[in-house]
């Protein structure tokens, strides 16, 4: 199951503190961009931004990331 948007583990993901291992390149793309953009801008609003889109990203291709679902939730 997906962490609700709410939950933390999406605020370490972006900001670059929770690491996941995966072989899919969307994934690791969507990592990267994410703790660049955090790196230059961790502001509150830029935050919601990265998680939400890092949230939907989960939401739309669950069915391929089951692993990384798992290890995010962990």
Known sequence: MIPP???PS???LVSGQKKLTSTNVGVNML????TLK????S???SVAALVRHAH??????Q???RSEIHQLSS
């Not at 955090?38 to 801008?41: G, S």
């Open 5 to 7: 948007v709410s939950h």
């Open 10 to 12: 999406w605020t370490r």
């Open 31 to 34: 990592i990267l961009n994410s």
């Open 38 to 41: 955090f790196e230059r801008d």
């Open 43 to 45: 502001s509150p609003a």
């Open 56 to 61: 939907e990203f989960f939401v739309k291709y």
């Open 63 to 65: 069915s391929i990331l």
